[in-house]
């Protein structure tokens, strides 16, 4: 069982930047695609970004490209979400997810529902105001 702790978010103005933490003891996070989801009251979770084991592969919802960058510290065991020019829109509740290792590191960023994710973190707020 991989425990996810996140920390960051929390309450920012439109144009602002803020970055989030998702970490684990658990040193088979070296193996894992991990992966973004964020969710508002009423609505599904849905994915935001993944990165692969290693790092060079990288796969982002098509709302977030070229604001949030996702980026993973394997020395750490630590993913981050580094989320920029942030919009009122970008308000959600963020959720860190690890997914067990799959044949292909690009396969595996590519798989973009929650189902495909198999351990989560407790989610973290973060607010946009206009």
């Known amino acids: 069982q991989m425990q996810l702790v996140q920390s960051g978010g929390g309450l920012v103005q439109a144009g602002g930047a803020l970055r989030l933490s998702c970490a684990t003891s658990?040193?088979?996070?070296?193996?894992?695609?991990m992966g973004w989801f964020r969710q508002t009251p009423g609505n599904q979770r849905e994915f935001v970004a993944a990165?692969?084991?290693?790092?060079?592969?990288?796969n982002y919802v098509d709302s977030v490209k070229g604001r949030f960058t996702i980026s993973r510290d394997n020395g750490r065991l630590t993913v981050y979400l580094q989320m920029n020019n942030l919009k009122p829109e970008d308000t959600a509740v963020y959720y860190c997810a690890a997914q067990r290792p799959s044949f292909d590191s690009d396969f595996g960023v590519h798989q973009t529902t929650i189902y495909d994710y198999d351990y989560w973190g407790r989610g973290t707020q973060v607010t946009v105001s206009s």
């Open positions: 990165i692969g084991w290693s790092g060079d592969r990288t």
């Open positions: 658990e040193r088979t996070f070296t193996t894992y695609t």
